[in-house]
């Protein structure tokens, strides 16, 4: 018994619609979007693709699935606010997996959105971050006579808990969270940890000094960034904005150079004993900070470079 089969080619685009007929392309294409259809038809650059015009008139389901992403944010054209800590953008990164000098392994960043200010206090927890920031808001109210009108944060535990509502309640501080799994809402401290992060990466590579001192390394860089950066459209550095007057950067040093270190009562000196001693540059305190070699330890010192 013999079975005859008769295979009938049909053309499917004589059965199809025009605008069903470009959809079938469109999967064919493996899902190409419809403007470079077009654009392989207007240039001629493909043979036997059908001179049809590929609107996107519905949604394709399978595009949406696979292809949907989540839109850009527009840079602002405008500042949004009009004086300092009218706005403050926080963050805390961490936990770092070296223990800093001072025993501590976060930090928390603010960043006032006026003038793009920045302050960084160094936690060994984040159940210190309340006590911190408590701190802070007195701290600006009498040294900057200035009161906090907003923070912006994520939803961490650290920041949404009782006593943080309460104490921003108590002050009249308007407490604003961004959607969850969506940083570029805190762009502003987002970037500003990144920009933290890449030049510490930077200072501590290049001064070859161990990674223990990183709280140092992010409090110099914080600093010399407070003094030189521009405020997009103001035009002028954080400094400025803050304090109404240019900074002055002749003191600036090279974080991690030797210096010497004058001997002002640490240690009994007899008669012809050195009176300074070696130590490596660490930051800017009061006067600035400096490493004793020899002592291991961390004092403020009147310092005498090497280099200017």
């Not at 392309?25 to 590929?54: E, Q």
């Not at 990674?211 to 110099?220: L, M, N, Y």
Request: aromatic share 12%; glycine share 6%.
């Amino acid at each position: 018994m013999y079975i005859c089969l008769i295979f009938i080619t049909i053309s499917i685009g004589c059965l199809l619609k025009k605008h069903e007929e470009s959809w079938l392309w469109h999967k064919r294409f493996a899902h190409m979007h419809m403007n470079h259809l077009n654009k392989l038809i207007s240039n001629d650059l493909v043979i036997g693709l059908p001179k049809l015009k590929f609107e996107k008139e519905h949604v394709c389901e399978a595009c949406q699935k696979g292809k949907q992403t989540r839109k850009s944010f527009k840079l602002k054209i405008f500042v949004s606010t009009s004086k300092p800590f009218e706005l403050l953008h926080m963050d805390l990164f961490g936990p770092s997996r070296t223990m800093s000098i001072g025993e501590n392994l976060y930090a928390l960043v603010v960043v006032d959105d006026f003038s793009r200010y920045t302050l960084t206090i160094f936690l060994h927890s984040k159940g210190e971050t309340y006590s911190e920031f408590k701190n802070l808001a007195k701290r600006l109210q009498n040294t900057c006579c200035r009161n906090i009108g907003a923070i912006r944060s994520d939803h961490g535990g650290e920041f949404q808990n009782e006593k943080f509502n309460n104490f921003c309640n108590k002050l009249g501080i308007f407490h604003n969270f961004f959607a969850p799994r969506t940083p570029p809402q805190n762009g502003v401290v987002e970037r500003k940890n990144r920009s933290l992060e890449e030049l510490v990466r930077t200072i501590l590579s290049e001064s070859s000094l161990p990674k223990c001192f990183w709280a140092d390394a992010v409090s110099t860089t914080c600093y010399v960034m407070n003094q030189v950066l521009i405020r997009p459209i103001l035009k002028k550095t954080p400094y400025e904005l803050l304090n109404g007057r240019k900074p002055h950067i002749g003191h600036l040093k090279v974080f991690g150079w030797k210096c010497y270190i004058l001997n002002n009562g640490q240690e009994n000196l007899v008669k012809f004993d050195a009176k300074a001693e070696k130590g490596i540059f660490l930051g800017y305190t009061i006067l600035y900070l400096a490493q004793n070699k020899r002592l291991t330890k961390i004092y403020i010192y009147f310092i005498q470079f090497l280099q200017d």
